[in-house]
T-cell receptor, first 111, second 114 residues
């Protein structure tokens, strides 16, 4: 059973701080990694994708991947109240169609 | 910006009835998916569809479920004989390439079985 683990939170950070969200996965064959943002009652919205070890930056977001440790993280710099949402880590194992999601970490940015 | 659209946004049905959830994927996308999310739980993969056939399905996707692409734009999920436990948000998604690339989700259909 391929698992994606996240702390469900909530993670509370003050406005302007860096939010750090973490995810581990069980399948060493995983090749593609995604972060989705989901507001309450809404659909997942793709924020970042990462495919190789290291960091990938896009605006205020940085995704980090360490395949040896089977660990993915998302950093949100200069957190804003509008960033308050649940962040879903999702993993695809190469050769398969499906993406396996974690439970998501609820982020609360306090003004 | 292109988007995945789903109809209806909310469907209420009686237990045992059949429902059809509809989706229009992004026009140049080739891979289509259905996911579901029971309230408070994980987003779960149901099925993927490519080249007019199912390419992968989960253990959730049993004989009660079927998918179809009846024309060049629509992608449907049929649930026969609905059960109370089928109540969930159902999300359609599409991607240009197979599951290892970025999938974009529709706004979802909330299915309530009473």
């Amino acid at each position: 059973q391929k698992e994606v683990e996240q702390n469900s939170g909530p993670l509370s950070v003050p406005e302007g701080a860096i939010a750090s969200l973490n995810c581990t996965y069980s399948d060493r064959g995983s090749q593609s990694f995604f972060w989705y943002r989901q507001y309450s009652g809404k659909s997942p919205e793709l924020i970042m994708s990462i495919y190789s070890n290291g960091d990938k930056e896009d605006g205020r977001f940085t995704a980090q991947l360490n395949k040896a440790s089977q660990y993915v993280s998302l950093l949100i710099r200069d957190s804003q109240p509008s960033d308050s949402a649940t962040y879903l880590c999702a993993v695809n194992s190469g050769g398969y169609q499906k993406v396996t999601f974690g439970i998501g970490t609820k982020l609360q940015v306090i003004p | 910006e292109p988007e995945v659209t789903q109809t209806p946004s909310h469907q209420v049905t009686q237990m045992g009835q059949e429902v059809i959830l509809r989706c229009v994927p992004i026009s140049n996308h080739l891979y289509f998916y259905w996911y579901r999310q029971i309230l408070g739980q994980k987003v779960e993969f149901l099925v993927s569809f490519y080249n007019n056939e199912i390419s992968e399905k989960s253990e959730i996707f049993d004989d009660q479920f079927s998918v179809e692409r009846p024309d060049g734009s629509n992608f449907t999920l049929k649930i026969r004989s609905t059960k109370l436990e089928d109540s969930a948000m159902y999300f359609c998604a599409s991607s240009v390439e197979q599951g290892g690339t970025e999938a974009f989700f529709g706004q979802g259909t909330r299915l309530t079985v009473v």
